[in-house]
């Protein structure tokens, strides 16, 4: 009978648990979506003011690109490390005090030693003085007998002294092993300062051949698409890095771009700019392609570095779309269009399009076309303009022919050899959205874990290769 009142207790508990856990989920969701529409409602009725604090925002963002420095400096570590080696906390005063009462035992063994070698000297001496007597007094004694006597005499000295050195050599082997402990943890730390003083006499050394080399690293990674839309996040990471960084640091960017819009890749251009106005040392490293405005954006930096086979160039404008005027006529319906101006709107897709339309369409293009090459040779006038500015791309082999690159290799191991020639850290920076506290960035994390996502890896592939789409 007990047993059943617990169990039937046991099972109301856990139904009760159950329910409240739902009737939780609920009242969460539903307070969730009231929120939602309360603040869309009130977005679209009653428009307010938001004042965000930018310089707020900057100095957090500064304050911790400096924390993340003086963090990974190595010449703070070791200070770190051997001022944690010569403190006075709990640990080392317990080891240090292990360690001095190891050596007082030690030193208490050594005197008990010398005293009782002290007592075997003595008690030698007077067998001496009475071997002397001896000799002395039985001068009729044979000399085999004499020579007996000494014989004897010698073995015991020697066995004495044998016996000393048995006694005195496992503490001698206990000091030393004590001496080896106490010197263990400084010795790695000397060995990693002796690393660092030899890097930095390497480096002094490649500054005397005329080497740049940086005090920090900073790596940014840009993805850019048709549209440009990235600038907002480039122009963040960039807002915190010019509040840093110096002419002594440098900066590379993974750049992969097929180009797009004129008036956002001119934009990304001028952020990369405000990099090199500072005077800190830009290198753009491209593994896929740098193509049109792509390259808009690499050729500002001091370096371009490039893969092998990375798509390199690109330097020109294209503009197409269709025309359906005929098919509006054939079904009979009539497409006006009224402007103020005699160039407001050149090509149209629905009205009719005249030469004088089309001569001045390609005037435009031009224009930008003109204005992309002086950008181009602004930075790099040892370029051929009429040989590179075609519009068409290259491999990066043959754009170092040209000089549209400077160097060929992937970004990995630019990023690794430029490691060994910085004095201090190299910091990849990366603009990161903390997910909103709620319910939303609940159900946002599970579908990043693709428990309700049905997006296919096939999705994905096609996704990844619309960088590509210039190439087909």
């Known amino acids: 009978m007990l047993g059943s009142f617990f169990y039937e207790l046991m099972l109301f508990a856990g ?28 977005s679209t009725n009653q428009p307010r003011l938001v004042i965000k604090d930018l310089t707020h925002e900057l100095s957090k963002q500064r304050k911790a690109l400096k924390q993340a420095i003086k963090k990974a400096d190595p010449d703070r570590k070791l200070k770190k490390e051997a001022a944690a080696a010569a403190s006075k906390g709990w640990f080392s005063w317990l080891k240090k005090r292990s360690n001095s009462k190891a050596k007082a035992e030690t030193k208490t063994e050594l005197k008990q030693n010398v005293c009782a070698a002290e007592n075997t000297t003595t008690v030698q001496d007077d067998v001496k003085v009475a071997a002397a007597r001896v000799d002395n007094v039985g001068e009729n004694v044979p000399t085999a007998e004499k020579t007996d006597n000494l014989s004897v005499h010698d073995g015991e000295a020697a066995a004495d002294k044998t016996g000393n050195s048995a006694e005195t050599g496992p503490i001698a082997d206990t000091v030393e092993h004590t001496a080896l402990t106490d010197k263990s943890a400084i010795t790695q730390l ?19 051949k005329g080497e740049f080399c940086p005090r920090n690293l900073f790596v940014l990674t840009f993805k850019g698409s048709v549209k440009g839309s990235e600038v907002k996040r480039l122009r963040r990471e960039i807002d915190v890095l010019v509040q840093v960084a110096d002419k002594r640091d440098e900066v590379i960017i993974k750049l992969t771009s097929p180009g797009g819009m004129v008036n956002s890749y001119g934009l990304l251009s001028s952020q990369l700019l405000r990099l090199r106005d500072r005077g800190i040392f830009l290198t753009v490293c491209v593994d896929s392609v740098a193509a ?48 103020a101006g005699k160039y407001k709107r050149t090509l149209s897709m629905l009205g009719p399009n005249t030469d004088e339309a089309r001569e001045k369409f390609k005037q435009e293009l031009e224009a930008i076309h003109r204005r992309f090459k002086e950008q181009v040779l602004k930075f790099r006038p040892q370029l051929n303009a009429d040989k590179v500015a075609t519009g068409e791309h290259w491999l990066a082999i043959d754009a170092l022919e040209l000089g549209l690159v400077d160097e060929l290799a992937t970004s990995e191991e630019y990023i690794a050899k430029r ?16 997910p909103k506290p709620g319910m939303q960035s609940l159900l946002r994390r599970l579908s990043l874990l693709r428990l309700f996502s049905t997006k296919s890896a096939l999705q994905d592939k096609l996704q990844q290769a619309a960088l590509m789409e210039h190439i087909h």
């Open 15 to 42: 139904k009760a648990l159950l329910v409240l856990i739902t009737i939780s989920v609920v009242l969460a969701l539903t307070f969730a979506l009231a929120r939602k529409g309360k603040n869309a409602a009130g």
């Open 190 to 208: 000397q060995r990693r300062q002796q690393a660092r003083q030899r890097k930095l006499d390497k480096l002094h050394a490649l500054e005397d």
């Open 292 to 339: 049109s405005g792509g390259y808009l954006m690499a050729c500002v930096a001091n370096k371009i570095v490039a893969a092998p086979f990375a798509y390199i160039g690109s330097i020109g404008v294209v503009a197409e779309f269709p025309n359906f005027h005929r098919l509006l006529n054939s079904h009979e319906v009539d497409y006006e269009q009224v402007t």
């Open 419 to 434: 490691a060994d020639c910085t004095y201090c850290s190299v910091l990849a920076l990366a603009l990161v959205k903390k």
